[in-house]
């Protein structure tokens, strides 16, 4: 296992103590506990927006804490949810009585402890808590019917429907009205990824899977869940093309569509190759007559070492486009 | 029933079957169960083995508590939320007679179905508990003893999770296999059994 | 060859138009040359300031390239130069009468072809161009004497040398200003760091060098340059440790020396590890009663996907402060 | 003298040696040279090969710019500087004559020493070419033939590649070998060599 870190289960501590250490500015923690995230420049009468999830995908989730996007995190273990308590803790610090948006990815162990933490705000503090999940990942399971619980894994494409809804409650809109924003940015986010290598959480000290070395995983998860086919190892713009396909006919996206789009690194893939994919997804989708708003490349949502990238695309209206666009600083996102 | 004896016996059934709940979670999930289960049960028995507090609710739902800050994974919240649910039914009460081991026990299974919205059928936990439940409540009804009732419960909770044999997952990691899942055993279940095992142990 | 691309020699053109793409507001190129790229907001009366060197090393050196650092950046392929002639058609097209300053790693190929390309520059266009040097890595040579041009590699540290020179230029300073702000912030910077894993160059299509699979080298260079030592990996504390202490015992920085730090992941390592050595550095300087300014920690200087890191520290007096806190905006950095 | 066909030559020469350049590259350096050098000398070769130009200046100029554009790393550029220089040097003859040999390869050598600033022993390709300038200088004064005297050089520049195995590596990435570069022959000396070679081939 070849980390700079010391003992394993310090990893995900020693980690906070450096961010802390690193942006004094913008973060800090409450309840005398490092996994409880929270803004240093809280903003009163805003309604609050927290995020959590397990650790290992960084910037996700913690990252997004600042201005203009979220207020609060709870960190769990490398690939574990946090527990309903340190929600809790979060939800009560970023309160400021115009209640908490949940904004976190569709796996059981998130949904079950930010349920309990939302009935513990409501039961113990009266804080009005609403959730919305993101669950983009169109490789991970069928679309689903209006009203119906996605059974879609959340990826990277929880970072707009983050930058959407925190940038409504920066305009100070109601909680309603903030839930509304996520919900629409979350409704209309796709994302698809592939993987290369495995990664190695650093308490188990190996890899979770094994990747031929030829290979590659169409539609893998970020915690190394089976995807929609392996195979051989093919060009940029294949893997590109057949990523898209499936992201672009899912929603679906039609000509006159205009989107945003995010090209993400796992982790070991180097930049060069992200703009490479950049650059034919830009060629697809002015083929199909969708014009691109804006492009976000580099790391946002990545899984310890993976090599491998995923590609998330938001249909935009005019709503969605200014909260897009609207100015952000967090530790891992500054936008002008 | 005396719950810090029920808790024990659950940690030590746990920690005894570590190993086999990892190699059943790696064939689906992530192998965490049975690190979760070990030591969430632990967590939850040491919150209260010391404890001079004679509320039966009270013991239960601080041990859920600590399952659920020790553990917060997908059967370690599920857990503790049944575990909170019995406090939440049981609060005020000292002693809990052998006829109200089946509305214990359906505490448990409403708190972990709140939770999780699963039904019985969807090859989870609840398919281990739910038959345990029933058999409890026959027993019961038989007149049957403290012990008789709870291993009663232990071997239909058991016949429970060899049922999940069968059936498709729609819950959790297991689900993305769809049809495949079929042929698997639920390791969910399986903590089910060991659950009831416990309780049997610790009221004979 | 685990790699998300096309054509291996096609790689560096291709990302390049990946990035056109994705950042149209802030560059763009001349001389009908993807491989000559400036900035799309020339500054009038501004003194230009240019980098170049090899692809491979993203951000480095073409993502320095925006409002208030770099005015223009020549590309070359993975690691080789880019040629006199792109250097000299950047020049042309950032100078706008005040001048233009190079500056670059300390590396033959790029020492020569920025010489000639001042050279064409001043023959050809009466264009005045300075250079300064980044030579900052502490493991590749010993320390210069004064007026003696040093034989160290220039490597992360170089980052700094942009900033304060960024921010004197967009400070409208003339010619010699800007240069004096340069090489002051080169003067008072040293970088050291270690490697776990080689990288692949795509037209090579194998590893340089190997690492056995519990090995590190201190001290490698961002090509697999032979560092100060190959030992077995230690601890993160452990190799914080040893590269901070080569690099304060070298400018010396002592009690009371304030200074940035930045933590520069080569590629693969997760930026986890990276903030586990902030972490460690912070308690260190501490300790030697050198208080941080700053820390930057993230990807700034890479080597495709190997995986390592390295520290920089630059001592900072308040001209260097201003500037280094100056905004800036780029398409990989941001500071408000 | 023909322009043409001394890089003709030179370009030939390169492409047959490009694996032997390689190796000796690749154990103290990067192993591109090779490559650059082979590419390099056909992209010279080729931007004059049908060029009607007379002017020797020009064609060694013209020569030299392609070679910086199409291999800038170390040697590409030295040997574009040193190419350049003679064109400088050369602007405006149409003919050189056997007694000019000597003073043509002085300017390339000041082409490459004005860039690379290295000094003769410091194990460089100028530890190749200075050796044979002075050799062409000695032939000229002795009063040899144009073939003569560029074979007298090609053999002092082998021989000079031959004595860079002892110097001390101060340039380039040998230089950080230290005393350990002294036992390794110099690969830019090697191209030396190979360059009046070729003069001595395209001479004869
Ligand atoms: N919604 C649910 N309700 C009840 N039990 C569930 C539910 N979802 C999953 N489970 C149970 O959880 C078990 C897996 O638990 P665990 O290993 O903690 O999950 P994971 O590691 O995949 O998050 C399954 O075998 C199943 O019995
Ligand atoms: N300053 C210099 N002057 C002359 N020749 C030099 C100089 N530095 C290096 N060289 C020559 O360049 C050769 C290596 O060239 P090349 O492979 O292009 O360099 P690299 O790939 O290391 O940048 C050396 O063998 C040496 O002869
Ligand atoms: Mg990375
Ligand atoms: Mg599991
Ligand atoms: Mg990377
Ligand atoms: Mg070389």
Redesign the interface.
């Known amino acids: 296992m070849k980390k700079i870190l010391n003992k394993p289960e310090n990893y995900v501590n020693e980690m906070l103590e450096g961010l802390y250490i690193a942006h004094p500015d913008l973060i800090t923690y409450t309840n005398n506990d490092v996994r409880c995230l929270v803004t240093a420049n809280k903003k009163e009468g805003k309604v609050g927006i927290a995020t959590g999830g397990g650790s290992g995908h960084l910037p996700l989730f913690l990252g997004y804490v600042g201005k203009g996007m979220l207020d609060g995190c709870s960190v ?1 273990d490398v ?8 929600m809790h803790a979060v939800t009560k610090y970023i309160d400021s009585g115009a209640g908490v948006l949940y904004i976190y990815g569709n796996y ?2 998130d949904i ?2 930010f ?2 933490a939302a009935e513990m705000a409501d039961f113990e503090d009266g804080i009005r808590v609403e959730s919305v999940v993101g669950a983009d990942d169109v490789a ?2 069928g679309p689903t019917d209006l009203g119906q619980k996605s ?1 879609r894994r959340g990826v990277a494409g929880i970072v707009f429907v983050y930058k959407c809804a925190g940038a409504a409650a920066d305009a100070m809109l109601s909680l309603d009205e903030v839930k509304r924003v996520a919900e629409k940015a979350a409704h209309n986010v796709r994302t698809m990824g592939v993987a290369l290598t495995p990664c190695i959480v650093p308490r188990v000290g190996k890899p ?1 899977f094994s990747l031929g070395e030829d290979e590659m995983e169409i539609g893998m998860g970020i ?1 190394g ?2 995807g929609i086919r392996r195979g051989k190892l093919e060009s940029a713009d294949q893997i590109t093309v057949e990523m898209l396909d499936q992201i672009v006919s899912d929603l679906p996206f039609t000509t006159g569509d205009e989107v945003a789009v995010l090209v993400n690194g796992l982790g070991a893939t180097p930049v060069d190759e992200q703009y490479i994919v950049v650059r034919k997804i830009n060629e697809q989708l002015g083929k199909l007559g969708i014009s691109v708003h804006r492009f976000y490349v580099g790391e946002y949502a990545t899984s310890l070492e993976m090599a491998g990238l995923s590609i998330s695309v938001m249909k935009l209206d005019a709503e969605l486009k200014t909260y897009l666009d609207a100015p952000a600083q967090t530790p891992f996102f500054v936008q002008l | 029933m005396i719950v810090q004896d029920f808790l024990a016996s659950a940690s030590a059934l746990m920690t005894e079957n570590r190993d086999r709940l990892i190699d059943m979670d790696s064939v689906v999930g ?1 192998g ?1 169960l049975g690190l979760t289960m070990s030591d969430g049960f632990k967590a939850a028995y040491e919150s209260i083995k010391e404890s001079d507090e004679q509320d039966v609710g009270k013991l239960f739902y601080t041990a859920g ?1 600590a399952m ?2 020790a553990v ?3 059967m ?3 857990m ?2 049944g575990l909170m649910q019995v406090g939440k039914t049981f609060k005020g009460r000292t002693e809990v007679q052998t006829t109200e081991y089946a509305a214990l026990f359906q505490a448990y299974f409403d708190g972990v179905s709140a ?2 919205k699963a039904k019985v059928g969807e090859k989870t936990f609840l398919d281990g508990l739910f038959p345990a439940i029933s058999a409890m409540q026959e027993a019961i009804e038989a007149g049957m003893s403290a012990a008789q009732v709870a291993q009663a419960a232990s071997d239909a909770a058991q016949k429970g999770f060899e049922a999940t044999q069968g059936m498709i997952a729609v ?3 297991a ?2 296999r769809g049809e495949a899942s079929r042929q698997l055993l639920d390791p969910g279940a399986a903590v089910a059994a060991l659950l009831m095992k416990a309780f049997a142990q610790s009221v004979s």
Request: proline share 5%; net charge negative.
């Open positions: 769990g690939f574990q949810s946090p527990s309903a308590e340190q059981n162990g079950f402890n349920d309990m991970s399971a059974t979770g915690h869940e089976t | 992530d965490d508590k659920s800050v917060p994974s997908t370690g919240t599920l503790a939320s939770r999780g819950h959790g990691r689900a993305t």
